[in-house]
C-alpha cells in the first residue's frame, strides 16, 4: 500500500501535504557535537516520510508503520509517554514555546531508515514533522532554525541528551557530500564525496536502545571534565594543556577522544578535498581505537565487524558510526568495490557473531533485510 493509501485509509480523507527527511551517516567526528565540535556526516537516501492534514480540533493522530496501534493527545497536554510519540509532542511543545501557531492534525508516518540503528531514524522523524507542520500551517522558519526546533525537541520532551549534529544534517545535508559543522558556530561547508569514494554502512543488528548504552554518562564526563579544566566545552581545551593527564578516573581519556576526534575530522575534510583515501581509511581506522578504547562506546560485536572489515584489502579504513553502544558501521573502499565488500562483511560477521546485519549503503536490491 502507498503511504497515500494508508494516510486514506487510516483518516478516511486524503493528506494535505506529503514530505520526508533523510537519515544520516556519519563519516567522521562522533561524541564531539554536544563538546562544541567538528562533525562530519552525510545524508542517507534512505528518508522518513510524514503525510499530515490539517483537523479541526486541538487533537493530534498519529500512526507510525514502524510502530503497531494509532496515538493521540490533545495540543498544549504534551507529556512524556516514553514511546515515538514522545518526537511528535516534543515537536508540537517547541513550536509552541516558540510561538509558532498550529492547530491539530492527522499524522502518519513511515519510513526506511532502520529505527535505533545509529543512522538518525529520531532526528529524520523530528525534521519530516517539522517539514510537513511548516507546509501544512505555513510556518516561517528558515531550515538552520527548523534544525535547532527538532534538537530542542529530542533534548527536551524526548529527554536525550544529544548534540546538534543529526538534526542539522537530516535538514540540511545531501547524499553527494559530507557536510561539515562547527557546531559552536554552526557554520556549514559542504564537502563533495570523491568519485573514487565508494561507502559501505551496516547496521550491526545491535539496537542501541535496547543495550542500554551509557550515552548520558559519557556527557556528563565531558561536562565534568570541562568544569575541572576551567573551559565553556572540551572543544576549548588545547591537546597539549599538561592538566589532561591529572584528571580523575577516565577522564583523560575522554578529554583525549574528543579532542584527537576534533583534529580528524579536519584532516578528513583535506583527505576528501584531496581525494586520498588511504588517508581517509587512516582516520577512519584512527577513530574507531578513539572511540573503543579512549571514549568507550563501542562493543565486542562491533569491533568484530569493524576487523572483519578491515581484513578486506579493498578496504581502506572502517569506524563505528554514530552514538555507539551498538548500532551501524561506515567502511571507506571504492565504488566497484563496494557491493561485494558489503555482502562479503556482512555475510562473515553474520556467521561470526550469529546476529542479522543490515547493508545500508550501497543499497542493495535483494539484500536490504538479510545477507
Ligand atoms: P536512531 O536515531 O539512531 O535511529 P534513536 O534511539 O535516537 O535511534 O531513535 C529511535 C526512536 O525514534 C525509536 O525508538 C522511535 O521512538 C523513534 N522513531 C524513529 N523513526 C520512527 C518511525 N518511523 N516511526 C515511529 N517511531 C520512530
Ligand atoms: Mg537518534
Redesign the pocket.
Known amino acids: 500500500m502507498t503511504d497515500h493509501a494508508a494516510f486514506t485509509a487510516c483518516y478516511r480523507r486524503p493528506p494535505a501535504v506529503a514530505v520526508s527527511a533523510p537519515g544520516r551517516v556519519n563519516l567522521i567526528g562522533d561524541h564531539t557535537d554536544y563538546n562544541g565540535g567538528l562533525v562530519l556526516p552525510i545524508a542517507l537516501p534512505q528518508r522518513?516520510r510524514a503525510l499530515l492534514a490539517r483537523r479541526a480540533d486541538r487533537r493530534v493522530q498519529a500512526r507510525?508503520a514502524?510502530?503497531p496501534g494509532d496515538m493521540s493527545y490533545k495540543l498544549g497536554d504534551e507529556r512524556r509517554a516514553a514511546?515515538?510519540l514522545d518526537?511528535v509532542q516534543g515537536v508540537t511543545a517547541v513550536l509552541a514555546a516558540d510561538r509558532q501557531p498550529i492547530a491539530g492534525f492527522d499524522l502518519f508516518?513511515?519510513?526506511d531508515?532502520p529505527?535505533?540503528?545509529?543512522?538518525?531514524?529520531?532526528?529524520?522523524?523530528e525534521v519530516a514533522l517539522l517539514r510537513g507542520l511548516r507546509a501544512l500551517f505555513r510556518l516561517e522558519f528558515d531550515d538552520t532554525a527548523l534544525a535547532l526546533l527538532a534538537h530542542r525537541a529530542e533534548t527536551g520532551l524526548v529527554g536525550?541528551p544529544v548534540g546538534v549534529m543529526d538534526q542539522l544534517v537530516c535538514s540540511r545535508g545531501d547524499e553527494h557530500s559530507a557536510l561539515f559543522i562547527d557546531t559552536r558556530s554552526l557554520a556549514l561547508r559542504r564537502v563533495p564525496l570523491p568519485a573514487s569514494l565508494g561507502l559501505v554502512v551496516i547496521y550491526s543488528g545491535l539496537d542501541?536502545?535496547l543495550t542500554g548504552g551509557d550515552y548520558g554518562v559519557r556527557r556528563a564526563e565531558c561536562e565534568q571534565a570541562a568544569a575541572l579544566l576551567e573551559v565553556r566545552q572540551l572543544r576549548d581545551v588545547a591537546a597539549d594543556d599538561p592538566r589532561i593527564a591529572a584528571l580523575p578516573d577516565a577522564l583523560p581519556q575522554r578529554v583525549r577522544h574528543v579532542i584527537s576526534e576534533n583534529a580528524r575530522v579536519l584532516a578528513a575534510v583535506d583527505a576528501l578535498v584531496a581525494a586520498d583515501l588511504p588517508r581517509l581509511g587512516a582516520l577512519l581506522d584512527a577513530s574507531h581505537r578513539s572511540l573503543r578504547d579512549d571514549y568507550a562506546v563501542s562493543l565486542p560485536e562491533i569491533d568484530r565487524l569493524v576487523d572483519l572489515a578491515r581484513d578486506d584489502a579493498a578496504v581502506f579504513g572502517a569506524r563505528l558510526t554514530?552514538g555507539g553502544f551498538g548500532?551501524s558501521v561506515v567502511i571507506a573502499t571504492s565504488p566497484d568495490q563496494a557491493e561485494r565488500v558489503a555482502v562479503a562483511v556482512a555475510r562473515a560477521y553474520a556467521d561470526a557473531v550469529g546476529l542479522t546485519p543490515r547493508v545500508v549503503l550501497p543499497r542493495l536490491r535483494d539484500f536490504e533485510s538479510r545477507p
Open positions: 522518513t507510525s514502524q510502530v514511546c515515538w518526537y508516518v513511515a519510513s531508515v529505527v535505533g540503528s545509529g543512522l538518525s531514524s529520531s532526528a529524520a522523524l536525550a542501541h536502545r554514530g548500532g
